[in-house]
């Protein structure tokens, strides 16, 4: 699918805030209502967009601790499997593949240091996980949304 310079502003639009109604994306990028829509559902349809969701404050919950684990897995471990097992983990809320000693990293969230063991004794348990290794994050510095590639309008 192409995505031309009109669907790159209609994306980073969406970005910013997905409750923008297709006439405030419009008038940003100088389309109608019905066009807008058109595109977002063609968008959609080629899976450049999967979806849209509420992005919540952790700490507005109570979740207030994260950390970041390093996943030893034995030597047949897939990523499949690795994907799998996280997702069985309400805390977890990242899972990747890496290069280095480790064979995953884990972005865990909890409500306190308790609750940030706990979850993590039941990573540990999962069958393919020999070794871990766990960094607490102290502070957030930079928490942004994933850029979209955005052309300069015309001078």
């Known amino acids: 699918m192409q995505i031309d310079a009109v669907d790159q502003r209609i994306i980073a639009s969406l970005v910013a805030d997905a409750r923008s109604s ?5 008038a940003r990028v100088s389309l109608s209502a019905p066009a807008v829509k058109r595109r977002v559902d063609r968008l959609r349809a080629a899976g450049v967009i999967r979806g849209f969701t509420a992005v919540v ?3 507005a919950v109570g979740w207030t ?3 970041f684990i390093e996943l030893f897995c034995t030597g047949r471990t897939t990523p499949a499997q690795i994907a799998a097992a996280t997702r069985q983990h309400p805390e977890v809320v990242g899972a990747y593949t890496v290069s280095g000693e480790a064979d995953a990293l884990v972005h865990l969230r909890a409500a306190d240091i308790a609750h940030l063991e706990q979850a993590l004794e039941r990573l540990r348990a999962e069958s393919f996980v020999t070794a871990t290794k766990s960094m607490i994050v102290l502070s957030r510095l930079v928490d942004a949304p994933p850029p979209v590639a955005v052309p300069e309008p015309p001078a």
């Not at 297709?22 to 419009?26: C, P």
């Open 65 to 67: 601790t994260e950390a």
């Open 22 to 26: 297709y006439a405030d994306i419009g």
């Open 57 to 59: 404050d952790p700490s």
